[in-house]
């Protein structure tokens, strides 16, 4: 069964991939032997070396994905560099956090453009891509529980998460056809800066870790798995589904 998991010969974009989550995938499918194209605004460093330590290939694309101007850059720029384009995991996204009453437009508009503007029209390009070289490919959207789920004094992150979900399904419906697999992965609390907040907050920790059946944070290196899964012939008819992994989190 391993050649299913097989990922030598593929291209991957990861954004967002010098931290946390991006950064456990792009180890992941390096390790399963794609080179990995690490997109994002801060400098992969510490990726690009880890990579290296294991052997594996990658590139860098500099990007700020606050808006869509780099997104030739980064289809092109990882062609050019790793010769192929195979697989696009949309992992970058920002939360901001304020109550509801309060939020202001930057604080909705900033982080709908990062988590949901960006990953639409930069998934339409990767699929262009596939299509004009005929062949298909693989989009992993980093979704949340708050996809599922209403969340606290997070409306801008609810909204975009939950539409990610929406998205995901309809982008399958319509490129499914064209062997391009579109699934969502959605996480549940890991230990990254994104959650910084909440780990540092005993109150909300508490709550949250009340509510894991595993009763520990995630780690980054724990989506590894099912990004690997997704982003391999193992999930050629799986089109249109997010998966959790949660901890068990939404069981409860
Ligand atoms: P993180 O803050 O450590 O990483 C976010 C990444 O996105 C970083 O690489 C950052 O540089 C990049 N990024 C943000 N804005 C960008 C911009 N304008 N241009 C380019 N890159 C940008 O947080 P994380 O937890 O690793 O988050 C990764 C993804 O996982 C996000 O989409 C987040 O919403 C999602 N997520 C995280 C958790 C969790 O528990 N940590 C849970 C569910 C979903």
Redesign the pocket.
Known sequence: MSHLFDLAGKTAIV?????????GIALALADAGAAVSL????APDETVEKIKAMGGACCTVK????SVDAIDDIITATRDQLGGLDILVN?????QRNDAIDFTMEEWDSVLN??LRTVFFLSQAFARACVDASQGGKIIN?????SYRGGIRVPS?TAS?SGLMGLTRALANEWAGKGINVNAI??????????AALQADPKRSAEILGRIPAGR??Q?KELGGAAVFLASDASDYVHGTTLPVDGGWLSR
């Open positions: 954004t967002g991939a010098n931290t946390g989550l991006g950064q997109v994002g605004r801060s990007a700020d994905l606050s992992n970058a996204g920002i939360i990062v988590n980093i979704a949340s529980m708050l992150y998460k959605a996480p549940g609390y890991f230990a990254t800066n994104n959650t944070w995630g980054p």
